[in-house]
């Protein structure tokens, strides 16, 4: 017998006295051969070197390895119709643009349109507020729980991001010729960490401070997100991954 294998042979050790599997194969009778079989699965110690061997009474898959997350454990899931709409909504995207724009490289963001076009539905009203939740897919969610439907998101996210740092940021520029309900720019604030911002749109520098503000929350990922502004303009969202 070679080397190792003695040792090895000696950690089973049969329970009681059993027929050998060659008289259990001679043995015309189903009953006598599973009785058989079942007593030769019990005839063995466990081993406890293996920590997922078939000896050890676990599991053959090993757990695949959970890095921690940089951010709690968020409290409750996304609702499921949300990410069903979140899905709907990014593929089809991603198939429109890439129809208008074939044989190129396309890279695309949905959870920012998401974002962006849900702060859009949160100060709009009436037509216009239905028509924006029937893009989004939102429409069958109660209009009460759109915000934390997407602070929800939002959390999971950052937490399926785990180890990996992930930046979320929303604002909203609106021209100095026009004021925010106190409510909305509230509402965007304590669910979507939204910054609200006036600006002179007419004045040159505005435009430096919006790519200012996207450079810090990118880390200067991204410089440069617009290049002009007109006094057409009244509202600009903005949303950074």
């Not at 049969?14 to 043995?27: F, G, K, Q």
């Not at 899931?77 to 198939?95: E, I």
């Not at 539905?121 to 439907?149: F, H, V």
């Amino acid at each position: 017998m070679p080397i190792g294998w003695e040792k090895l042979m000696s950690r089973f050790r049969p329970s009681r006295n059993l027929p050998s599997p060659d008289v259990a194969r001679e043995d015309a009778s189903g009953e006598e051969v599973e009785h058989v079989v079942a007593g030769w699965k019990d005839a063995f110690v466990r081993s406890t070197d293996d920590e997922y061997g078939p000896f050890a009474g676990r599991s053959f898959e090993k757990p695949w390895p959970q890095p921690p997350a940089t951010v709690p454990r968020p409290k409750r899931a996304v609702h499921r119709d949300l990410l069903a709409a979140s899905t709907k909504l990014g593929l089809t995207l991603h198939q429109r643009l890439a129809q208008a724009t074939p044989g190129t490289n396309l890279v695309v963001s949905p959870i920012s349109v998401n974002l962006a076009m849900a702060m859009a539905a949160m100060g709009a009203q009436g037509k216009t507020r239905s028509e924006i939740a029937r893009a989004l897919g939102i429409d069958g969610i109660p209009e009460n729980e759109w915000l934390a439907c997407y602070a929800e998101l939002m959390e999971n996210l950052r937490y399926a991001a785990g180890e990996q740092e992930l930046q979320i940021a929303n604002s909203i520029w609106v021209t100095d010729s026009y004021r925010l309900q106190s409510q909305y720019e509230q509402a965007l604030k304590e669910y979507l960490a939204a910054e609200a911002t006036s600006l002179r749109f007419s004045d040159a520098r505005s435009v430096a401070r919006i790519n200012q503000w996207v450079d810090d929350k990118t880390k200067g990922r991204i410089r440069n997100i617009v290049d002009s502004l007109s006094d057409e303009q009244r509202l600009m969202l903005i949303n950074c991954v």
